[in-house]
């Protein structure tokens, strides 16, 4: 066990390595080797963006503004702060929450129309042990997180769905942890109650 | 009703599993034509944070001048009034120490 985990953490090392290398040969004018960044980090960040938007053209939109600020930041890379990884993940996280701070202009509280037959059926079924499909869950979550601030949004979102924990989601946002936790607790009492009267209501 | 906490436990579980978004097949190649041309346009970004700045001096200026009217038709001294005393008290106060 200890020795797998080894090997992971040298991986890991060598993969920041690799890619703190490629960052100064950009920098150095080999530029498009920035391609080859992009072509081995988008699965991740559309991944973290697909958490925050459904719709398809949105994600790629808000994708290309993650890279384009990667690429227009590139010299503030510092390898020796954090792996590029994480200094990625932390510019995608604040596209996604400058996005849910877009978003919350138009809409604090969603109609119940607007959720499918299948999350509604769902909804008004008794019994606990009934599950529930991803995209049924996204609707009534999405209905649910409406009231939420795009900071808490944020936050639930690493927590619950990305499966962050505290001290992380405190090192990518920086934030600071007890920041993180009041907030947490604040947004699942949100989402508790909303769900309460949403249940209510139909 | 269901039970409050096992229903958000299965919301987010079910959450988790919803399939992310796919990149296109060219998504490098569409970044990489967005960051050739957002060299050329990096003085455009810059004009940005001084727009910010021009917003907020108008938007000073706009206040000063709202609460100037709102003071003088109140009948309260305005800013300008009251400035306009204090240099006239200083001037001949001065005055005073000038000429004995």
């Known amino acids: 066990m200890e020795s797998s985990s080894c090997i992971c953490c040298i991986s890991v090392s060598l993969k920041a390595q690799e890619d703190a290398t490629c960052v100064r040969s950009i920098l150095a004018g080999r530029s498009e080797l920035f391609s080859e960044l992009v072509k081995r980090y988008q699965d991740r960040v559309f991944a973290i963006l697909s958490r925050y ?41 604040n596209v996604a929450l400058n996005h849910l701070r877009a978003e919350k202009r138009f809409r604090n509280q969603l109609p119940v129309s607007q959720l499918g037959e299948g999350a509604l059926e769902w909804l008004q079924q008794e019994d606990d042990s009934s599950s529930l499909q991803a995209m049924e869950a996204r609707e009534i979550l999405d209905h649910c997180m409406a009231d939420l601030t795009p900071d808490e949004h944020l936050i639930l979102t690493m927590s619950e769905i990305e499966g962050h924990t505290s001290p992380e989601i405190s090192q990518i946002t920086g934030k600071a942890a007890g920041t993180i936790r009041v907030a947490l607790h604040r947004a699942k009492k949100k989402i508790s109650d909303n769900l309460i009267r949403l249940q209510g209501s139909l | 009703m269901k039970n409050n906490e096992t229903a958000i436990e299965e919301i987010f579980r079910a959450a988790r599993e919803a399939p992310p978004v796919v990149p296109p097949n060219n998504f490098a190649d569409q970044v990489m034509s967005l960051t050739m041309s957002s ?62």
Do not use: C, H
Not at chain 2, 46 to 69: G, N, Q, R, T, Y
């Open chain 1, 53 to 93: 938007e459904r719709d398809r053209g949105r994600v790629e939109n808000m994708a290309q503004d993650v890279f384009v600020k990667v690429w227009r930041n590139l010299r503030k890379f510092d390898p020796r702060k954090a792996p590029f990884e994480n200094w990625l993940s932390r510019m995608t996280t």
């Open chain 2, 39 to 100: 060299s050329a346009e990096d003085g455009i970004a810059i004009d940005f944070p001084l727009l910010k700045i021009a917003w907020a001096a108008s938007f000073v200026i706009a206040a000063f001048l709202a609460s100037e009217v709102i003071m003088y038709a109140s009948g309260f001294p305005s800013l300008g009034r009251g400035a306009e005393e204090l240099t006239s008290a200083y001037f001949s106060e001065l005055e005073s120490v000038v000429t004995p």
